[in-house]
């Protein structure tokens, strides 16, 4: 299972680089919101929803809300959603700490899961535009340097992905979250830590960030990671709730989409707003 875990890694790695990188912010915003539609898809069957129609429509409205957001980004909504988020995530963590809570397959409850999914995604979203920035930067090279702070983001929860599993597997014995996610450990929650720090570090230096403003940088890594593993956690009591293992079977080895960008939808926003207030 690890072979072909980073074997998919590896093959998407590039794919995934090249898209932030290289696409001017419009095009950005275009795949994120195909990218997250699709993982709101899977979204709709973890609240609950089996009807094809009802699912459906569904994204149909979700697609209308991405259509809206593009058309006031030079607004304050996207900062205010970005804020939101954070809030949101900080919610999610009283939530975590009543696992029945939304459990039994009632329709109050699908409203809320789908609710906590807006919440999730439209966020994350603005947070992404944010960081990429530009909005107006048209040129396909060189990229603009919002563009390598996205990757930096990524980076740090990728980082800390691989920190968390090898940290984990060697010292793991004290459970973070037993009830929903029994593989995780707090031993892997350091080894994220240290693994994301160290890419803050690498990456702001590389970015021209020095003195006290690295320092925040790498104190920022600790808090995106922190909710990187809130936003993993959510996805795995959802899971729990409809009783799947994975959200989907779309990468071998790593579930479907939204087990993918579980994290991601968490880390974005808390990077965003620090980012701002950093003054990076």
């Known amino acids: 299972?690890?072979?072909q875990r980073v074997l998919t890694a590896l093959l998407l790695a590039p794919f995934a680089i090249a898209f932030i990188v290289l696409l001017p912010t419009p095009g950005f915003a275009l795949v994120?919101?195909?990218?997250?539609?699709?993982?709101?898809?899977?979204?709709?069957?973890?609240?609950?929803?089996q009807q094809a129609g009802q699912r459906a429509?569904?994204?149909?409205?979700?697609t209308l809300?991405?259509?809206?957001?593009?058309?006031?980004?030079?607004?304050?909504?996207l900062p205010a959603l970005a804020i939101l988020g954070v809030?949101?995530?900080?919610?999610?963590?009283q939530w975590l700490?009543?696992?029945?809570?939304?459990?039994?397959?009632?329709?109050?409850?699908?409203?809320?899961?789908?609710?906590?999914?807006?919440?999730?995604?439209?966020?994350?979203?603005?947070?992404a535009l944010l960081i990429h920035g530009g909005l107006h930067h048209d040129d396909w090279w060189p990229p603009a340097s919002g563009h390598w702070w996205v990757l930096l983001t990524l980076l740090i929860v990728w980082s800390a992905d691989i920190g968390a599993y090898f940290s984990g597997r060697l010292f793991g014995q004290r459970k973070l979250?037993?009830?929903?996610?029994p593989g995780k450990t707090w031993a892997g929650v350091y080894g994220a830590a240290v693994a994301s720090a160290a890419v803050a570090w690498g990456g702001g230096r590389l970015l021209g960030v020095e003195g006290g403003r690295l320092l925040?940088?790498?104190?920022?890594?600790l808090f995106t990671v922190a909710a990187s593993v809130i936003g993993d956690l959510l996805e795995s009591l959802l899971k729990r709730h409809a009783n799947v293992k994975d959200s989907g079977t779309l990468f071998p080895g790593h579930g479907g989409l939204l087990d993918r960008l579980d994290s991601v939808f968490a880390a974005l926003p808390v990077f965003a707003v620090g980012k701002l207030l950093l003054g990076l």
């Open 1 to 3: 299972m690890l072979l």
């Open 32 to 49: 994120l919101a195909l990218l997250f539609l699709a993982g709101a898809w899977e979204w709709t069957a973890l609240s609950g929803l």
């Open 57 to 62: 429509a569904v994204l149909v409205l979700s």
């Open 65 to 77: 809300l991405f259509v809206f957001l593009w058309s006031v980004r030079d607004t304050a909504l």
């Open 87 to 93: 809030a949101w995530w900080l919610l999610v963590c």
């Open 97 to 127: 700490r009543h696992f029945p809570f939304g459990a039994a397959p009632t329709r109050e409850n699908r409203a809320i899961k789908l609710a906590a999914g807006v919440l999730v995604i439209y966020p994350a979203w603005s947070a």
């Open 177 to 181: 979250a037993p009830t929903i996610s």
């Open 216 to 221: 925040g940088l790498i104190v920022l890594s």
